[in-house]
């Protein structure tokens, strides 16, 4: 059992290049997120999908893409990317509905440098 | 006004010391509280949930007050281990099950 995991863990791009990070998870949940996190201002929520076939925007989506791919996978495109997206970036699941609907857990995060 | 605010510390205390963090919120609707612990380098993870009637966990006592918006967290008896930042967490009222992350408070523990 991984929880969830993330791949790459580090990456270097240059401005204007593309990439995606992908996430997967393996504890049946239903809802997934990315959040980056910068110094100072702690984990703010760029996109979430609440379920299989829906994504919303979170509070700092711009110059983001997300697919659902399956109730396993939920990956995060940077189409251009900017120097300002140098972040730590954590892909996290929950469930939907009961108690534990708030229990979100993490993957290990991917160190992204954009020179 | 952040959203969730916490002083970022660090807090630097010797090991068997009491130490307590606070934190404020802006939404006076919010309904769940939370403390996450996050390691150096590592990722963010459940530490406890906060309910009105406070609540302890071993070491660790959290208290809410809705009526000045502020949850804190008390931690008696510190050990090494306890080194890691401690992130202040709410959800607020119409957001679903999305969350609200403080930008958290450091702690070192020292022997």
């Known amino acids: 059992n991984a929880g969830v995991t993330q791949t790459p863990k580090f990456q270097v791009l240059k401005t204007g290049q593309s990439m995606t990070l992908q996430c997967a998870q393996d504890m049946n949940h239903n809802s997934m997120y990315w959040y980056r996190q910068d110094p100072g201002m702690g984990l703010r929520l760029i996109y979430y999908s609440a379920s299989e076939g829906t994504t919303d925007k979170g509070e700092v989506p711009n110059g983001y893409n997300v697919s659902r791919l399956n109730k396993r996978e939920f990956s995060l495109r940077l189409e251009s990317a900017a120097p300002s997206q140098t972040s730590v970036y954590f892909c996290?699941?929950?469930?939907?509905?009961?108690?534990?609907?708030?229990?979100?857990?993490f993957g290990p995060g991917t160190r992204l440098t954009v020179t | 006004r952040k959203e969730v605010e916490q002083d970022p510390g660090p807090f630097n205390v010797p090991e068997g010391a009491t130490v307590a963090f606070n934190c404020t919120y802006s939404?006076?609707?919010?309904?769940?509280f939370f403390w996450y612990r996050q390691d150096c380098r590592k990722e963010p993870k459940l530490l406890m949930s906060v309910y009105s009637s406070g609540n302890e966990d071993g070491r660790f006592t959290a208290q809410l007050n809705r009526a000045s918006q502020y949850i804190s967290l008390l931690i008696r008896d510190s050990k090494l281990s306890d080194s890691a930042t401690y992130l202040c967490?709410?959800?607020?009222?119409?957001?679903?099950?999305?969350?609200?992350f403080g930008g958290g408070t450091r702690l070192m523990v020292k022997p």
């Open positions: 996290a699941s929950s469930d939907l509905w009961g108690q534990r609907r708030y229990e979100q857990y």
């Open positions: 939404n006076s609707a919010s309904q769940s």
């Open positions: 967490v709410v959800n607020p009222s119409n957001a679903g099950n999305m969350l609200t």
